[in-house]
């Protein structure tokens, strides 16, 4: 029933509103925050890709978080609007750009399997009170932001990364925007099969034959089942195929390079199917690479996903934190709604969600303001 819960939540969020919620305080709200933080929405086409309904461009729609003006009004972002379940944080909306005559450095974001852009924003709004630009896309086909699932959204998941590289287009191309880029300091983040996606953009290729090879083995994990958030996905997959052309052609690029040359760093949340990238390609990633992982994730775990990754990429460093921290710690913090009757809301023991979030973030930060020029000082410190 939750997981119905958590569908229909999503269905909802290009309509959220910015709204005061009753609820624990954020921890980090009382920090001093050097910039507020505002937020728009994007609605952008990739005009390359059909959408899977085959009736128009496939979408691009993100959310935009972005250091803002001090009188610029911030409102705690909370959803669904009728009953709030996750925080996202406080920001102002559609608010003006701080004009300092500075340029920004990028962060795109990509979230977990059947999530939304908005699930990305316990980080966003930190990254643009800390002076960068966030923006994090809705994969279509595979975000609970639209009206329904899509099986080939689910099963191929390669097409996110051409996501972001469409969405980075967008972005350069549009002058209001592109103005407060800087173009040699971009980076990628995501979470869980977001986690997939960056290290695609970062260098990383898949090969089925061997992912297939780990699933049959001992040392297995559960990237290798169907997924809760759409446990039918395999079956409807397989209908399609037969009507749908697009899927074989598809399927034929999936250990293809998604590498984007502009991205000159990566960090990895909670990264999913790690076991499926080649060796090869990881030990040829020539940007720093971050991963971390709740030591509690028994979802996409570190020592089949994160680390398995790591030992091959030449830059890289896993961090675990919090021994009882589970995969979903990454998404926003919940209401008190949510930790009650949400499974995902419902952390280990000991565990606050926003208090491991500020942890995180400082990190994520820490990693990215130490890179410079394709090296990271980050992690040889």
Known sequence: MFWRVLLCLSIVAVMIGLMSFSTHALADETEQQPYAVGMRQLHWVDETRENWASDGPRPLVAYLWYPTTEDAEQKLVAFPPDE?????????????????????????????????????????????????????????????????????????????????????????????????????????????????????????????????????????????????????????????????????????????????????????????????FTPKSLKAINIPFYFIVGGGDTIAPAASNAQRMAQHIPQSQVDILNSQAGHYVFLNPCSDVGRKHVSICQDGEGVVRDELHGKAAQRVLSFLQSTKNGLNEFLSS
Not at 117 to 128: N, S, T, Y
Not at 191 to 200: K, N
Not at 225 to 238: G, K
Request: proline share 4%; charged share 25%; glycine share 10%.
């Open 84 to 276: 709030p379940i996750f925080i996202g944080g406080k920001a102002a909306r559609n608010a003006p750009f701080l004009n300092d005559d500075q340029t920004r450095p990028l962060v795109l974001m990509s979230h977990g399997t059947g999530g939304s852009g908005l699930q990305m924003m316990w980080l966003g709004r930190r990254l643009a009170s800390a002076g960068y630009l966030a923006v994090a896309v809705n994969h279509h086909g595979n975000t609970a932001a639209e009206p329904k699932y899509d099986a080939r959204g689910f099963r191929l998941f390669w097409e996110r990364a051409t996501d972001l590289t469409v969405l980075l287009d967008q972005l350069l191309a549009e002058p209001e925007l592109a103005t407060h880029i800087d173009k040699n300091n971009i980076s990628a983040v995501g979470f869980s099969l977001g986690g997939y996606t960056v290290s695609a953009l970062g260098g990383g290729r898949i090969d089925f034959d061997q992912f297939h090879a780990f699933c049959e083995s001992a040392q297995r994990d559960t990237t290798c089942d169907d997924q809760s958030e759409f446990p039918d996905a395999d079956r409807e997959f397989q209908r399609l195929q037969k009507i749908d052309p697009r899927i074989d052609i598809a399927l034929a690029k999936h250990g293809n390079s998604y590498k984007d040359e502009r991205i000159k760093s990566v960090v990895a949340l909670a990264p999913a199917i790690g076991a499926a």
